[in-house]
């Protein structure tokens, strides 16, 4: 399948959107799903919850569409591991730092061993987005990065009429 922006389906993505304050300031962070073979959005969204299609944050401003043919089994093996990582994800508690939404799709890409490997992370993915992810749209690429621009020029030019005087 291929990439619908429109009805807001991305078959086999790795999703990402910004989270408020928190990629103001490092653009890198946000927040992530993963999409079953149909391009249904899954996302640990909080505490024993799993969401289907309404991310928390907003829809995706983000999207890394992932290679399904290096994958052993296919769309079958692909909806096993979203749906595994996201009951397992039902029962866990949400720790910002080190059980997360990034936790949950790196369980998911672990378990289909995708590109030969299970050690998927929060690191890893949040790099891998970062450098493979594409926009949406323009507007979505100002989503991400003009909060980040305007906090950098008022820490600037504070930072330099300080230093003035």
Partial sequence: MNIDEENRRYPYCVVWTPIPFISWIFPIIGHMGIATSTGII???SGS???AEDDMAFGQPTKYWQLNIETISG???AWDRAVNEASI???NRMHNLLCDNCHSH???A???VNYSNSQNWNMVKLAIYIFLFGKYV???AWLKTWCPFFIFLIIFLSIYFCTSLF
Wanted: proline share 0%; charged share 20%.
């Fill in 42 to 44: 899954r996302d640990f």
């Fill in 48 to 50: 024993f919850y799993v």
């Fill in 74 to 76: 296919g769309a079958k």
């Fill in 88 to 90: 397992e994800y039902f």
């Fill in 105 to 107: 799709v790196g369980m």
């Fill in 109 to 111: 890409l672990s378990l």
């Fill in 137 to 139: 749209s323009i507007n």
